[in-house]
């Protein structure tokens, strides 16, 4: 394996551990009613955009010209505002558990796309790991013993948390090629710039409403998890991944998801750890090692040509 390839494989591991953590944490800040959904998608998404400016200035300027700007706002749409505000407005109406369910549809979408789109073979290899990851996964939820959270809209959650897959899969396939042109932090500054300004606008009277003062230290340290380590840092693993893998295979990463859910709750006492769980993990990685294997186009045209 590549020191690149390598390098994509650790980076994605490492954002999808943070997002793991993500739907538990975003679910008790907002239970507090204090911090609503469109108000921790403005978090995320202006909190970063700052984040990123700040850090883009200790890196290399890079110019961007206009029709790529054009594009960057295409992604921003895709890529962070329906994916992220569809996915934690969807976690406010429904339970984890069934969000962590939906997740797992993600890298189906992805190798579908990746077929029409990018002509990406589906393999009997790819086919065979997204169903080993997506059993293990399956397992981990519907094996785990903790207390189910409610929702107050379940369908409605549901169907959000769909929306947010659907999208970032198209993010995936449509902008695999373009996100090689620069680098992370000009990227990034760019795309979170162009998602602020798509959501303040919508948020402006609950930002003016809000009690901010009734906020607790559990909350804003909740808030702050949510913008610094599953926005900020875990989009800069994603890019990493996304410039050194295929689509499909960025997609499978989705799956250590519940299995960072599952040690959350082991940890707290909520779950208890069983032969099932290593089975379930067993599952996943097999799953992602069968994708990793698999023939690309690349690998095809190879192919092909000797």
């Known amino acids: ?14 954002a999808n551990m943070m997002w793991g953590m993500m739907a ?92 029409l789109i990018l002509k990406e073979p589906i393999t009997w290899k790819k086919a065979g790991g997204i169903a080993l990851g997506a059993s293990g996964a399956l397992l981990l939820i519907f094996g785990g013993t903790m207390a189910p959270m409610k929702g107050d809209n379940p369908i409605l959650g549901d169907a959000l948390v769909l929306t947010a897959q659907l999208s970032y899969a198209l993010y995936l396939t449509f902008y695999r090629n373009f996100i090689k042109k620069y680098s992370v932090f000009t990227l990034m ?26 906020m607790s230290v559990t909350e804003i340290a909740g808030v702050a998890y949510v913008v610094v380590v599953a926005t900020f840092f875990a989009y800069i693993c994603t890019m990493i991944g996304q410039k050194n893998l295929r689509p499909t295979l960025v997609g499978m990463y989705n799956y250590v998801q519940p299995i960072i859910a599952s040690l959350i709750g082991i940890y707290l006492g909520l779950d208890r750890f069983t032969a099932l769980k290593v089975i379930a993990v067993g599952l996943i990685f097999s799953g992602v090692y069968l994708v990793t294997i698999s023939k690309s186009r690349g690998n095809l045209e190879k192919n092909v040509k000797h």
């Open 24 to 115: 538990p944490v975003a679910k008790i800040v907002m239970a507090a009613g204090i911090v609503t959904p469109l108000l921790l998608t403005n978090f995320r998404i202006v909190g970063a955009a700052i984040l990123f400016w700040i850090a883009s200035l200790f890196t290399r300027r890079e110019h961007v010209p206009a029709p790529d700007l054009l594009r960057l706002a295409g992604a921003a749409m895709l890529g962070i505002v329906f994916n992220q505000g569809c996915y934690v407005f969807g976690v406010g109406a429904t339970s984890p558990g069934e969000a962590s369910i939906i997740t797992t549809t993600m890298p189906i979408w992805v190798m579908v796309l990746a077929a």
């Open 189 to 214: 500054k760019w795309m979170f710039t162009f998602a602020s300004i798509a959501v303040l606008p919508l948020s402006v009277g609950k930002w003016i409403d809000t009690d901010w003062a009734s």
């Open 1 to 14: 394996m590549s020191e690149y390839k390598l390098k994509g494989h650790f980076a994605m591991l490492g």
